[in-house]
């Protein structure tokens, strides 16, 4: 699988590169949840050269990743806040607070909407922290609305919002 790197998270926000529209296309779609055949398979269809995965690597901006490797950060990542633990022994940093979000709304607009919320998930690349991505949840709860139930995103909603505290 195939994911951003830190450089190619601060691409998508400042396009300093100038890629071109094939290759920015893609680095969008990489998300480490894709296989490399499924991006292979998008990337016809978004007029990206055959070999934009070995282009963006070359750059910087993605990286191959084990599903191990993903599942270990994963398992690494800090849990949430639990019942007798006091607080300030479980606050998120603000990155943590991004990460968490991040992760779980592009792979909830990925498996929820797909690529009906291709514009959204531009829209949730170019935030820079928690702050930007909270003020898009109403979008992606609109979007989740139209792609499956006003229930679904409504639980939807209360859980990305409960996962905060």
């Given at each position: 699988m195939w994911s951003k790197t830190e450089a190619g998270r601060q691409e998508i926000q400042q396009r300093t590169r100038k890629l071109s529209t094939g290759l920015r296309s893609i680095l969008l779609l990489v998300d480490g949840?894709?296989?490399?055949?499924?991006?292979?398979?998008?990337?016809?269809?978004?007029?990206?050269?055959?070999?934009?995965?070995?282009?963006l690597e070359a750059e910087g901006l993605i990286e191959r990743r084990s599903g191990a490797a993903l599942m270990m950060a994963a398992v690494a990542a800090p849990p949430p806040a639990a019942a007798g633990i006091p607080a300030a022994a479980t606050e998120m940093t603000p990155a943590d607070r991004y990460n968490l979000l991040y992760t779980r709304i592009t792979d909830d607009i990925r498996t929820h909407v797909g690529l009906k919320g291709?514009?959204?998930?531009?829209?949730?690349?170019?935030?820079?922290?928690?702050?930007?991505?909270?003020?898009?949840?109403?979008?992606?709860?609109?979007?989740?609305?139209?792609?499956?139930?006003?229930?679904?995103?409504?639980?939807?909603?209360?859980?990305?919002?409960?996962?905060?505290?």
């Amino acid at each position: 699988m195939w994911s951003k790197t830190e450089a190619g998270r601060q691409e998508i926000q400042q396009r300093t590169r100038k890629l071109s529209t094939g290759l920015r296309s893609i680095l969008l779609l990489v998300d480490g949840q894709r296989t490399e055949d499924e991006l292979r398979s998008l990337m016809s269809g978004l007029h990206a050269p055959e070999d934009a995965l070995g282009q963006l690597e070359a750059e910087g901006l993605i990286e191959r990743r084990s599903g191990a490797a993903l599942m270990m950060a994963a398992v690494a990542a800090p849990p949430p806040a639990a019942a007798g633990i006091p607080a300030a022994a479980t606050e998120m940093t603000p990155a943590d607070r991004y990460n968490l979000l991040y992760t779980r709304i592009t792979d909830d607009i990925r498996t929820h909407v797909g690529l009906k919320g291709y514009f959204l998930q531009l829209k949730v690349e170019r935030c820079a922290d928690a702050d930007e991505l909270v003020a898009l949840l109403p979008d992606i709860a609109t979007a989740l609305t139209k792609a499956r139930d006003h229930t679904f995103a409504t639980r939807w909603l209360e859980g990305v919002r409960a996962s905060l505290v």
